[in-house]
């Protein structure tokens, strides 16, 4: 009896002296992907205490485990413990996880390392002094491109203890530190609304007043309530941000509708849990756009203001040379012909032009920057990405040039666009051929243009419009300052024969703009479309020639009611059906879009561009060029078709084993105006060039040559 006593109390003496205090774990498992093990916040736990006993796993880099909700594939981590009894485990402790892409499935991962604070209670009978073993069998599911299931028998010999238990020295702050950052609840107000095929979640209050919500991600407790690979929207508000998910099974798919929606709202700014109710998004969740800590900093444009105002009158200046704005400048050239020797006439045109010019800017620039504040994520020429505005641009544009061809009359001189004012020296005229300059020539970028307009939208809305109107100042400036210099005006012929052989002819750039304004149409809207708004274009002339043909008759003093009423009612059916057209628009869908390469050239394809394209290209070691383009944009064709279409250009990126990625902005795209965004730029033409060796993009010019694109694919490999 005394020898047993001796052996149990030297088996005692020898536990104590090899935990000294601490909770001792077992043996490190390796589960051949996986180095897993328990460990404790703290060296003991008091009889009814509680402390936290975390799974620490160790991943094999390139490997991942799975979150509690694992998202399009895979299964949680799962832990089974066996205990004392008396004792209970409470609930795993899910750190914030990681979206881990493959093709077209997203999942909510853990790579690296990864530890999951469990809490454990002791029976209040525990005795202090006593050692006892907690086991716990650890399921888990380990990824690559292959998934492999894997377990592991993990233990930990913890020590009860009289009094509180003090940290542990190795684990103690690293479990605090993983508890803290775990989400949790903050007092957040959440309701969730479900609007077509949209489903809306709003989160107000508490933490998130004045946070940095760049990049916020909504990652929901269920698998079924939203689609996980679509793209989540964000709208800031002052109270909050409201996120726009795609509905998942539960509500789309024949599931049964949540009456919560629960989940971990993530934000730079720290991760909390929600849980929503059904309900409208309250107003103040819905306010400000793409924050601007998701934009270049202001800081970057050298001058600031001032810099901004000067490059921004420079880019006006420079906009007059776009090929889109040619169409537009040659009605005033025609209309500016005919008031040459008439100085008073000439300056009074040229004041209204730039009226027109300016008023058109700030307009659109207050529309962009109302928009936005709204939470869309648009950038400059949004106006050109509505079929409905193109479809109405192109139905102009052909009946202007019909009018500058002679096929029916605007009052009796030509004065452009709204020229019927005549009577009052074409001030009207000069105004809307202004404004109509702006619409159509605005998404031309110019060079000087991008810096100056990506430092307005991050500046309060007076700087911002201040910059807009360098930039109309800029645009207006070479046609005014025509018509305040005598000896510019001298330099034309006086009034002639010739004035109608000039109008006759400049009314073929606005057939041809006509024309880009229908290809662009046909790229936003497809076939079906396209062959409607054909058929309203030939209504429209067939209602412009009926027109004429009324004014004939009446020179000649005879009957021309029925021809003038008909030829406007064909006008009035062909607004009507291009609108129908534009609004039954089905343009292709990203699924589809992405299933196709759109050739650049010979032997050059382009691929659907998107940030998980580039980050995988990047992990291949290729050089990439990303090409922002839109069909609108006439600058980004021009360049397509001088400096990305040469078979020097495809030899270069064969050499280089390099690859053309095309972010097609010709409809809104809030993802691509994010990207834009996130090189502090509006608009398109965009061009970066990454290097094969990782690291930040080269922006290339947006004004290309074949050289230029192969010099930066040559660095870019090597």
């Known amino acids: 009896m005394f020898l047993k006593k001796a052996v149990l109390a030297l088996q005692a003496l020898l536990m104590a002296t090899l935990l000294g205090g601490h909770a001792l774990a077992g043996p490190v498992v390796n589960s051949g992907h996986i180095e897993s093990e328990l460990v404790a916040q703290e060296t003991g736990i008091a009889p009814g205490g509680t402390i936290y006993v975390a799974l620490r796993q160790k991943i094999t880099p390139g490997w991942h485990t799975y979150w509690r909700n694992p998202g399009d594939a895979g299964e949680p981590t799962k832990i089974t413990w066996t205990l004392p009894e008396g004792w209970r485990a409470g ?63 993990l233990s930990l010999l913890l020590p009860v203890v009289a009094g509180a238990p003090a940290p542990d020295p190795k684990w103690g702050a690293v479990i605090g530190k993983v508890l803290a950052e775990a989400p949790k609840p903050a007092g957040l107000k959440a309701v969730f609304k479900l609007e077509a095929q949209a489903l809306k979640l709003a989160v107000t209050g508490g933490p998130l007043k004045g946070s940095d919500m760049a990049g916020a991600y909504f990652y929901p407790y269920s698998s079924k309530v939203i689609e996980h690979a679509a793209e989540q929207l964000i709208e800031r508000g002052p109270e909050g941000l409201t996120l726009t998910l795609k509905p998942g099974y539960d509500f789309v798919g024949g599931g049964t509708p949540p009456a919560e929606l629960a989940g971990v709202l993530a934000t730079k700014a720290g991760a909390w849990e929600v849980t929503a109710t059904a309900g409208d998004p309250p107003p103040q969740a819905s306010g400000l756009g793409p924050p601007p800590a998701e934009a270049a900093p202001a800081a970057g444009l050298a001058g600031g203001l001032a810099g901004a105002l000067l490059f921004a009158f420079l880019g006006g200046l420079i906009l007059n040379l776009m090929p889109c704005v040619f169409p537009v400048l040659s009605m005033k050239a025609a209309s500016l012909a005919g008031h040459a020797h008439e100085t008073t006439k000439a300056r009074i045109q040229g004041l209204a032009f730039l009226v027109g010019v300016v008023a058109t800017f700030l307009a659109l620039a207050g529309a962009l920057l109302a928009v936005r504040a709204g939470g869309a994520a648009v950038g400059w020429g949004f106006q050109l990405q509505s079929p409905l505005v193109i479809a109405g641009l192109a139905l102009l544009m052909l009946l202007v040039a019909l009018n500058m061809s002679s096929v029916f009359e605007i009052g009796t001189s030509v004065q452009g666009l709204g020229a019927g004012a005549s009577s009052r020296g074409g001030v009207t005229g000069a105004f809307f051929t202004g404004a109509l300059a702006v619409v159509v020539a605005a998404p031309c970028t110019a060079p000087f243009m991008a810096g100056a307009l990506g430092y307005a939208l991050t500046q309060p809305t007076a700087v911002a419009l201040g910059v807009f109107l360098a930039l109309a100042l800029g645009f207006a400036a070479p046609f005014v300052a025509v018509t305040f210099i005598p000896g510019a005006l001298k330099l034309l012929p006086r009034p002639g024969g010739w004035m109608d052989v000039l109008k006759k002819g400049l009314a073929f750039p606005m057939y041809g703009a006509a024309l880009w304004l229908v290809w662009v149409f046909a790229q936003q809207a497809g076939p079906i479309a396209l062959g409607q708004l054909l058929v309203a274009g030939v209504l429209a002339a067939f209602g412009a020639w009926l027109y004429g043909l009324a004014q004939a008759r009446r020179a000649m003093g005879k009957g021309s009611v029925v021809s003038m009423i008909l030829g406007l009612l064909a006008v009035i059916g062909a607004l009507g059906l291009a609108a129908a057209a534009a609004l039954s628009a089905k343009p292709p869908t990203a699924a589809a879009a992405a299933e196709v390469s759109t050739p650049s050239g010979p032997g050059l394809t382009a691929e659907v561009w998107s940030p998980e394209k580039v980050k995988a290209l990047q992990a291949e070691g290729r050089p990439i060029l990303v090409d922002f383009t839109a069909a609108w944009c006439v600058t980004c064709q021009v360049n397509e078709k001088v400096a990305l279409s040469g078979p020097k250009v495809a030899e270069a990126f064969k050499a280089q084993n390099a690859v053309l990625l095309k972010a097609d902005w010709t409809n809104r795209d809030p993802v691509i105006a994010k990207a834009l965004a996130e090189f502090n730029r509006v608009g398109v033409p965009l061009y970066l060039v990454y290097p094969k060796n990782g690291g930040a993009p080269v922006i290339l010019p947006q004004l290309l040559t074949e050289g230029m694109v192969i010099e930066a694919i040559e660095k870019a490999g090597a």
């Open 91 to 153: 609930d795993m402790v899910w750190p914030t996880p990681q979206k881990a892409k493959l093709g077209p499935l997203l999942d909510y991962a853990y790579k690296g390392e990864v530890l999951i604070p469990v809490p454990i209670t002791a029976s209040a009978d525990a005795k202090p002094g006593t050692t006892l073993s907690l086991t716990a069998d650890v399921f888990y599911l380990v990824c690559e491109q292959i998934c492999i299931p894997e377990e592991a028998k």
